[in-house]
């Protein structure tokens, strides 16, 4: 497994954003509960996985120490993350997606509802459910309504939200959005976008990410395969 800078500089190349995530893959057990390859198709790679714990998060943003002591209040005990990357299409290239499916576990139900109800639309606030630091790079952050004709149905358990962030630097835009959502004590992200990917293109990515999934979980056939 690569190391934490390694990590780091993988997702910054892909996604316009950073991971600071630990380098070991002891946390197999919450597999499940991430996008799988046959989830996003075979023109799709893995790049990488790996586990993320309280202090990773923590690093992403600004006073990292008392982020750690607030994820950890908030029963927060481990994650999980895996990153996959479009292959390039045929000329005239556009640009790649990239997916990040995450998995948090808290130590029960209560608080994991607790943590996804606090979320701020917020770059700061939500870098924990995508494991990216765009607060740092001048990013902004919208919650975008969930529950339309490209969203399967939601459960009331699931608390299903979703936000859409943007950012610019020197090499253009980025475009993400994330759907957070419950199952358990898990809270559960799907991630889509990256430089030059429009909004529109992210946002028609995540809720068949979500259906596989929650079909996988529920021993069922992916619906959109």
């Known amino acids: ?3 934490r800078h390694v990590l780091a500089a993988l997702i910054l190349a892909s996604m316009g954003a950073c991971a600071a995530c630990s ?4 946390h197999h057990e919450l597999d499940p509960y991430l996008c799988a390859q046959q989830d996003v198709g075979d023109n799709y790679q893995q790049l990488i996985e790996g586990d993320v714990s309280p202090n990773d998060l923590a690093d992403l943003g600004s006073n990292p120490a008392s982020r750690a002591r607030a994820f950890r209040d908030a029963g927060l005990e481990r994650g999980r993350f895996a990153l996959f990357k479009q292959a390039l299409p045929k000329p005239p ?3 790649q997606v990239n997916v990040v499916c995450q998995v948090l576990e808290f130590k029960n139900s209560a608080q994991a509802t607790a943590f996804l109800k606090s979320l701020d639309p917020d770059p700061s606030s ?3 459910v995508t494991s990216s630091s765009l607060s740092l790079e001048g990013a902004t952050a919208v919650e975008s309504p969930i ?7 939601w459960t009331p358990e699931q608390l299903g939200r979703s936000f859409d962030i943007s950012a610019s630097n020197e090499t253009g835009q980025t475009h993400i959005r ?3 959502f ?5 809270v559960l992200s799907i991630v889509a976008g990256g430089p030059g990917v429009s909004a529109s293109v992210a946002a028609d990515i995540v809720p068949g990410l979500r259906s596989c999934l929650e079909a996988r979980l529920a021993s069922a056939v992916c619906p959109s395969r």
Request: net charge negative.
């Open 147 to 153: 529950g339309d004709a490209h969203d399967p149905p």
């Open 1 to 3: 497994m690569a190391s």
């Open 23 to 26: 380098s070991s893959s002891s």
């Open 182 to 186: 419950l199952q358990d004590r898990f």
């Open 178 to 180: 994330a759907l957070v």
């Open 126 to 128: 939500l870098s924990a």
């Open 93 to 95: 290239f556009d640009p």
